[in-house]
């Protein structure tokens, strides 16, 4: 994984395999606390589910994290100083912000529990104002250029 610096956000990482990207996951979930979202896009095999996998393991989840594509939500517990919910979101098969307001998407955003939303731009207006957006590109077989926008706590 290398790190490409820019004059100003975002910033931008090299990834050249799904480890590098899950290890670019567990890097990023250190900066993270409570109340934390992370709006995740990028197209279909992008990696992710590899990104929350790294993610989860840095937040301390002795869960397997899976992509919650057919249950939506999945509920994990992080070991931070103190634990807290983790919550892996795919909204790919929400119809917008109607169908994440009615499984309790806003309560999951401000319960002081740390989101990460796959197709986060189907829920885009939902989303709070500091939430950190992580963009895939693919850029290769294996290759990818993963892009951090936000304020870090």
């Not at 100003?8 to 590098?20: G, L, T």
Request: hydrophobic content about 35%.
């Amino acid at each position: 994984m290398t790190w490409i610096p820019r004059e100003a956000s975002p910033i931008e990482f090299s990834s050249a395999s799904p480890e590098e990207t899950e290890a670019l996951g567990e890097r990023l979930a250190l900066k993270l606390g409570p109340g934390s979202v992370l709006a995740l896009r990028g197209p279909l095999g992008a990696g992710k589910t590899c990104f929350a996998k790294g993610l989860a393991r840095g937040l301390g989840v002795e869960e397997e994290v899976t992509s919650p594509t057919y249950t939506i939500v999945s509920e994990y517990e992080a070991q931070l100083k103190d634990p807290l919910p983790f919550y892996h979101i795919d909204a790919y098969r929400l119809n917008g912000e109607d169908d994440f307001e009615a499984l309790g998407g806003r309560e999951l955003l401000y319960g002081g529990g740390i989101c990460l939303i796959e197709w986060s731009e189907r829920i885009e207006t939902a989303l709070p104002p500091r939430t950190i957006r992580v963009e895939i590109e693919i850029t290769g077989g294996n290759s990818r250029i993963i892009r951090v926008l936000g304020e870090l706590p």
